[in-house]
């Protein structure tokens, strides 16, 4: 079995956030079509990613990575170098197998696990931390199933401010629902202002905020906007991810 056909197979392994990024650039045009995405506006993040943050030669740990969009478009805009990690070993074995056929295994370290948010990163420092979509995710695919989503609400700022001494940025979203499911809202009203306070209040002691990003629709196109009085408020008509707070927070330390 050549390369992209072992990629292809990797890619479309049955999981829960399986066909959830669609393919780097450069890897799309490698591996072509025949494979079902379901984007989740990654280049639109991307772009406000980058409108925000020169990440050329920095260094970059990306949490929860997936199938490595982010991790391989940051390469691709210079960054010099991203610990990727990812508990889902189908996605950590598609991002290693890509980093060999895009030649950037030099740029990029997978580690094919669930981080632990305790002494595992001791030692080091990025420049950039990655953690998109991840944290509502606690008490299901890592962390401690028997908790509370009370005690969860806690672990989620907890984990949040672990990093404020490992990292100079973060980029941070987060989901409404815990671990995804609509009955168990994180939130009473389910609106971005309350994501956003539960955010602001829980970690401003460890971090500044250097921009909040929110989804807009115009003309069919949905492009990430800096927050203001209209946009923060919820628009259903855009579903629930598209509702989700793009945070860039700046560490104190």
Same mark, same amino acid.
């Given at each position: ?18 066909? %959830?990024?669609?393919?780097?650039? +450069? ?5 072509? &079509? ?22 050329? &030669?920095? =260094? ?6 997936? #199938? ?15 610990? %990727? ?62 908790? #509370? @989503? ?14 404020? &001494? ?6 941070? $979203?987060?989901?409404?629902? /815990?671990?995804?499911?609509? +009955? ?6 389910? =609106? ?11 970690? $401003?002691?460890? /971090? ?17 906007? =800096?927050?203001?009085?209209?946009? @923060? ?21």
């Amino acid at each position: 079995m050549d390369n992209i056909t072992k990629l292809k197979t990797l890619y479309e392994k049955g999981s829960k956030h399986s066909n %959830y990024q669609i393919l780097s650039k +450069r890897l799309s045009l490698l591996i072509g &079509d025949g494979i079902k995405v379901k984007s989740r506006y990654e280049n639109e993040r991307l772009n406000f990613i980058l409108e925000n943050i020169d990440v050329k &030669d920095k =260094t970059i740990i990306d949490i929860g990575g997936n #199938t490595g969009f982010f991790s391989f478009e940051l390469i691709e805009n210079g960054a010099k170098i991203v610990d %990727y990690f990812e508990g889902n070993k189908a996605h950590a074995d598609f991002v290693k197998l890509s980093s060999v056929v895009l030649d950037v295994s030099d740029k990029i370290q997978v580690k094919i696990k669930y981080l632990n948010f305790s002494n595992e990163l001791d030692g080091n420092h990025y420049d950039l931390t990655l953690l998109l979509n991840v944290l509502h995710h606690l008490g299901d695919d890592f962390g401690d199933k028997k908790i #509370t @989503i009370d005690n969860a609400r806690k672990n989620i700022i907890t984990q949040l401010n672990y990093f404020a &001494d490992k990292t100079s940025l973060l980029v941070f $979203q987060l989901g409404f629902n /815990w671990k995804g499911n609509p +009955r168990h809202c994180l939130f009473q009203k389910g =609106t971005k202002k309350e994501l956003i306070d539960f955010v602001l209040n829980g970690t $401003q002691e460890f /971090w500044d905020v250097v921009k909040i990003g929110i989804a807009e629709k115009s003309n069919e196109e949905i492009k990430y906007y =800096t927050l203001n009085e209209l946009n @923060i408020e919820r628009n259903d008509s855009l579903g629930e991810f598209l509702n989700r707070p793009l945070i860039i927070l700046k560490s104190k330390n």
